[in-house]
C-alpha cells in the first residue's frame, strides 16, 4: 500500500476527485456532505493498473481548518497538489505549498481539476512555477474533469508511475504511529487510526502510547476496511487497544514501540523558511499529526531552540512545521538536530552552541554523536534516532513524511572541545573515516576519549598509591566520581594490564608492600624470642605507631594474621598451630593448648576461635576441643565471619 494527502485550496474538488478515483465518499460527516466542504480528514483507497493500492488522506482547503489538514499531511510520504483549471492559484495553494515545503515533502503529482470548465494551460503554468521552487521541485501534471472522467486514466498511470518511486519503507524498524483519529465502536472499545509509516504491527503487540503511562495492547487490526493479523508499512491502519479509555487518547497522540523513542520537551532546530529572529517568541510547532506551542529562542542565523508545551517522541533528522495560529501562516520548516541538548546557563554557552549547531546537518551519525556526547548507552542512542550499525538510521517514519535520501544539506558540526563539547547532534563531516566506537557492556563511548579516560584512571590510581601507601588500591567508586563518569561498570571496562581490580578497588602494578610497613612489623615481633605463637603487646604496637589502619594495611599485605583489635600473628602462624594440635592427645583444653603453642591467654582464645571458624578444630560441649580431619586444617576461603580480620578489611 502507499499512502499519499491530498493538499490545495478549499472547493478546488479535491474531495471529488478522491471520489471519482475510489468509488468512496470520503467526508465522513453529515456536516460535510451538507456543505460540499470537507471539515476534517477523510480517508479513501484504490486499486492502480499497476495492482497496487493507493490510499488517500483527503484533507481540508480552508483555511480555518489548516490543523487537520496539517495532521493529515504530516505522516504521509507523497502529495497531490489540486489546483482547480477555472480558478487557478489561490491564497490557500500557497499556503498548503509552503506546508508540503516546510516538511520537506519531495514527492508529489500536480492534478488540475475541472479541466471541463477552463483550459487548463494557465493554471498548469502557474502552479508547476510556484511547486519547482519548493521542496516537489519539477513534478508530473495531470489534468482531469471529476465530472466527465476525461484524465481519470492518465492519472491513475501517472499515480502507479509516483508510488514506484517513493522510498522502499524500513518494515524492520520502530512503529512510531501518529493518531490521527480515535473513536470507540459498541463491544470493541477504544479504536484509533493513522499512517503506519515504518515497522510493522501484530495482533497482540504491546506498545507505549503517549500520555498514558502503562503499557497498552493491540487487540485488533483492520486496513483498508477488512481485519488483519499483521500490518507491515505503508499503510493505513484502524487499532483497537486493549484497556484503554477513548478519553486518555487525542489526535497527535502516538503508538510506539517500547524504549524504541526518547519523548522530549527540548530540541534544538534548524529552521528553513524566515530568519530564525524574526520569528514570534510563541508558535505552533506540528509534528507527525500532533500540534504543540513552543517558545522559540534563536541561537544563530537559521537556528533555535525550541521549549515545548508537553513532549513529543522525536528524533534526529525528523522533520517538522512552525506556524503563527494567529497570523495563520507557516513559519518556517524544521529539522530537529538534538532531541537531548545541553544546558545553556553557563555564560559564553549559547554563542558556543549556536556555532556547533551551524555546523549540523540533522542526518543522525553514531561517531558524530559520540564524539560529542563521549559517552552513551545503547539504548539512548538508538531512541535519538542513531543507527548503531554501518547500516544507515533507523527511518521509523520522521513525523513529515521525511525522506532520509534528502536530508537538507549542511555543513559538519563535530567539535571535540568546547563548552559543550559531548552535547549535540548528527553531523556530515563527522562521518568521513570514523572510528570504531569503544564498546563497554550496555554503553558506547568514542573511541579518543576513551583513551584519554584510560590514561587519566592510571594516573590517578598511581597518584593515589604515592599519597596513601598503605591503602591497596583506589576503591572503585572514587575513580568513578574523579573520572565523571555515570556508570561504575565504566571503570571495570578501563582497566587493563598493568591495572588490575580486586574487592572493589583498583591497584597498579607497583602497589606493593610499602618497605616502611614491612620494617614496621619486623621491629613488632622483634624482641618476642622467634616464638612463633606470641603476639606484640597492645602498647608496643602504638609505640611503634601501628595503628588500627597500619594494622589493616598489614593484613591485606600478607603480613600479619589479625586475631582481635589489637592481637596479631605473622602470617601463616594459624595453619602451623593446627599442625601443633594435632600432638596433644584428643580431645584437648584451652590451657593445653595454650601450652603446647607458648603463648598467653590473651592470644590461645582468638586463635582457637580462628581454628574453630576455619574448620581445624570442633568445639565440645564441655569446652574442649578436637581436631577435624587433617592435622593442617581444611583450605579456607577466607577469616570467619565477625572476626577482626574481616573488619580489618583482611
Not at 524544521?334 to 554563542?351: E, I, K
Request: zero cysteines.
Amino acid at each position: 500500500m502507499h499512502v499519499l494527502a491530498t493538499a490545495g485550496h478549499v472547493d478546488h474538488g479535491k474531495s471529488t476527485l478522491v471520489r471519482a478515483l475510489t468509488g468512496m465518499e470520503p467526508d465522513r460527516w453529515a456536516e460535510e456532505r451538507r456543505r460540499g466542504m470537507t471539515i476534517d480528514l477523510g480517508f479513501a483507497w484504490t486499486a492502480l493498473p499497476s495492482g497496487a493500492t493507493a490510499a488517500f488522506v483527503d484533507v481540508p482547503g480552508h483555511e480555518r481548518f489548516v490543523p487537520n489538514m496539517l495532521a493529515g499531511v504530516g505522516p504521509v510520504p507523497a502529495a497531490l497538489m489540486v489546483v482547480a483549471a477555472d480558478e487557478g492559484w489561490k491564497p490557500q495553494s500557497a499556503e498548503h505549498l509552503a506546508a508540503l515545503d516546510a516538511l520537506g515533502v519531495r514527492h508529489g503529482l500536480l492534478v488540475v481539476t475541472r479541466a471541463d470548465l477552463a483550459d487548463p494551460a494557465a493554471a498548469t503554468a502557474r502552479a508547476r512555477d510556484e511547486l519547482a521552487r519548493s521542496s516537489l521541485g519539477a513534478v508530473e501534471a495531470v489534468a482531469v474533469s471529476a465530472v466527465t472522467g476525461a484524465g481519470l486514466d492518465d492519472l491513475r498511470a501517472a499515480l502507479d508511475r509516483l508510488v514506484a518511486r517513493l522510498p522502499e519503507p524500513d518494515r524492520d524498524a520502530a512503529v512510531r504511529l501518529w493518531i490521527d483519529r480515535s473513536f470507540t465502536i459498541k463491544g470493541a472499545g477504544t479504536v484509533v487510526t493513522g499512517t503506519l509509516g515504518a515497522g510493522r504491527l501484530r495482533t497482540g503487540d504491546e506498545l507505549e502510547l503517549t500520555g498514558v503511562h502503562r503499557p497498552v495492547r493491540v487487540r485488533g487490526l483492520h486496513t483498508l476496511g477488512a481485519p488483519a493479523d499483521e500490518v507491515a508499512a505503508v499503510a493505513r491502519v484502524a487499532i483497537n487497544l486493549r484497556g484503554v479509555e477513548r478519553a486518555a487518547v487525542a489526535r497527535g497522540s502516538a503508538l510506539l514501540t517500547p524504549g524504541r523513542f526518547h519523548r522530549t520537551d527540548v530540541i534544538d532546530v534548524r529552521v528553513h523558511g524566515e530568519p530564525v529572529a524574526g520569528l514570534p517568541a510563541t508558535l505552533m510547532l506540528h509534528a507527525g499529526a500532533a500540534a504543540v506551542p513552543v517558545r522559540v529562542r534563536p541561537l544563530g542565523a537559521d537556528t533555535a531552540r525550541l521549549r515545548l508545551g508537553s513532549a513529543l517522541p522525536l528524533r534526529i533528522g525528523d522533520r517538522a512545521l512552525l506556524r503563527d495560529p494567529g497570523r495563520r501562516y507557516v513559519a518556517g520548516g524544521v529539522t530537529v538536530l538534538d532531541v537531548v541538548p545541553p544546558g545553556l546557563s553557563r555564560r559564553g554557552a549559547a554563542a558556543a552552541r549556536a556555532t556547533q549547531l551551524s555546523r549540523m546537518d540533522g542526518a543522525p551519525d553514531l561517531a558524530a554523536e559520540l564524539r560529542r556526547r563521549r559517552l552513551a548507552r545503547r539504548a539512548d542512542l538508538a531512541a535519538m534516532g542513531v543507527p548503531l550499525s554501518p547500516a544507515g538510521p533507523d527511518t521509523s517514519q520522521a513525523p513529515a513524511g521525511l525522506d532520509t535520501s534528502r536530508a537538507p544539506a549542511g555543513p559538519d558540526t563535530s567539535q571535540a572541545g568546547g563548552p559543550d563539547a559531548g552535547q549535540s547532534g548528527g553531523s556530515g563531516e563527522d562521518r568521513a573515516g570514523a572510528a570504531t566506537p569503544v564498546t563497554a557492556g550496555e554503553w558506547l563511548a568514542d573511541p579518543e576519549h576513551w583513551a584519554r579516560l584510560r590514561q587519566q584512571l592510571a594516573d590517578e590510581v598511581d597518584g593515589y598509591a604515592r599519597e596513601h601507601p598503605l591503602e591497596p588500591g583506589v576503591p572503585a567508586e572514587a575513580l568513578r566520581h574523579r573520572l565523571g563518569l555515570p556508570d561504575r561498570a565504566l571503570v571495570d571496562a578501563l582497566v587493563q594490564p598493568p591495572l588490575t581490580i580486586r574487592g572493589g578497588r583498583v591497584r597498579g602494578a607497583a602497589d606493593g608492600v610499602p618497605q616502611e610497613l614491612v620494617a614496621l612489623v619486623e621491629s613488632a615481633f622483634a624482641d618476642l624470642g622467634g616464638r612463633p605463637y606470641a603476639a606484640p603487646e597492645a602498647h608496643k604496637l602504638t609505640e611503634l605507631g601501628l595503628g588500627a589502619r597500619q594494622l589493616a594495611a598489614a593484613v591485606r599485605a600478607g603480613l600479619v594474621v589479625q586475631l582481635a583489635g589489637q592481637v596479631v600473628l605473622r602470617a601463616g602462624a594459624p595453619e602451623r598451630a593446627g599442625r601443633v594440635l594435632a600432638e596433644l592427645p584428643q580431645p584437648f583444653t584451652l590451657s593445653a593448648a595454650r601450652q603446647a603453642w607458648d603463648t598467653s591467654r590473651r592470644v590461645a582464645v582468638p586463635l582457637l576461635q580462628l581454628l574453630d571458624a576455619r574448620g581445624v578444630t570442633r568445639r565440645l560441649p564441655d569446652d574442649r576441643r578436637v581436631l577435624t580431619g587433617h592435622p593442617g586444617g581444611p583450605p579456607v576461603d577466607g577469616p570467619p565471619r565477625g572476626s577482626a580480620a574481616v573488619r580489618a578489611g583482611g
